[in-house]
């Protein structure tokens, strides 16, 4: 029988184990266990690494009748964000007003700390939420990979489960199939592809973590404000906010 290597994102103990018997240990009667088997160390290495795929679950029989449910990627707490060990995290927001009509991105940069740079604009006439938090989540990993070459540790915090999951799940398999997929078009796959190729060379060093919007996580409420200034001022760039600005006068601007 071939080799399989066992995956498991939650359960007693997290890790990779290479039998069955190891795994089954740890998610057997763990609520909310999360586990797959891989065909090789190096995918099962990238699958821990990159957390649990949307359609990732227990391997537990479901009662007749019963729909599977897709989970997305962890949400990361405002005390586990505050405590996570990067020196530079950068949070990555797109907002539109209507969903479709006027949509802008927004980007906040902290470096140990402390709030360095406000980004905002990408002005679309005719966007998407999504096209602007694909936008934005680009924008983020651009300004990574620039702090990774100065050999600084660096986290991209994101509140659309879609933008992430486009990028870290879904393009690998897309790329796989030659950009398609069953049942029609990839939507938004002129901003997924640039993204996805920027990502697949930080993947190693910097990773894109989910956190609730407005949920009190100051990097998120100021992506937020410079997403809704992006419409506001109808920046078609991306344009770096005052560096002077008062915190609490940037957070009084209209949110989204």
Known sequence: MAQKYYVVWAGRERGIFTDWGCCKAQVDGFAGARYKSYPTRAEAEDAFRDGPGPATTARRARPAGSKSTRQGPRTFT??????HPAQVKIFADGGCE?????AGSGVAVYREGQVAELWYGLYNARGTNNTAELNALHQALLMAGQEVERQATVAIFCDSSYAIQCITQWA???QKKGWQKPGGDIKNL???QPAFALYTRLRASVPVLHVKGHAGI?????????????????????TRYDPEADL????????G
């Open 78 to 83: 405002a005390a586990e964000v505050a405590e």
């Open 98 to 102: 209507p969903n479709p009509g006027r």
């Open 172 to 174: 690998s398999g897309w």
């Open 190 to 192: 002129d901003l997924i």
């Open 218 to 238: 100051e990097g998120n409420e100021l992506a937020d404000r410079m997403s809704i200034h992006g419409i506001d001022t109808r920046e078609p760039g991306f």
């Open 248 to 255: 609490a006068a940037v957070l009084a601007l209209r949110k």
